[in-house]
């Protein structure tokens, strides 16, 4: 998913169902105005939750601050075990003017914690 981002916006995905136990997730700047600051914070929700807003942030997230990859690895070191669904708020630089970024994310890396 490739996005086009300005200044002060919010961007929500679509929720997506988790795939393994454990995930990394990676974010691209492909382009980005200097001193701007994207972040893609890492939410999830359990499947059965009434409202389609529901959700908690992880407190997990990737911060693009120039053009180049930027990951979060949701592993077992993360403290933190992802429930059935999982989105991502996108924010670009909110509060400030005449910022810009084009965003790549690329598909989730799902994994399953080992037996032994």
């Known amino acids: 998913m490739i996005l ?8 929500y995905t679509d929720w ?4 393994g136990d454990y995930a990394v997730f990676v974010a691209e ?13 890492v939410y999830h929700k359990s499947s059965n939750a009434e409202s389609a807003m529901d959700g908690t942030s992880t407190g997990k997230s990737i911060s693009l601050t120039a053009a180049g990859r930027g990951s979060v690895d949701m592993g077992a070191s993360s403290a933190v075990a992802l429930r059935e669904l999982v989105r991502f708020k996108i924010s670009c630089d909110v ?5 810009w970024a084009i965003v790549s994310l690329l ?3 799902w994994y399953n914690r080992g037996n032994g």
Do not use: M, Q
């Open 107 to 109: 598909p989730p890396s």
């Open 4 to 11: 086009t981002l300005l200044s002060n916006a919010v961007i």
């Open 16 to 19: 997506f169902r988790r795939e």
């Open 95 to 99: 509060g400030s003017s005449n910022k």
């Open 29 to 41: 700047a492909l382009s980005i105005t200097a001193s701007t600051t994207v972040t893609i914070d």
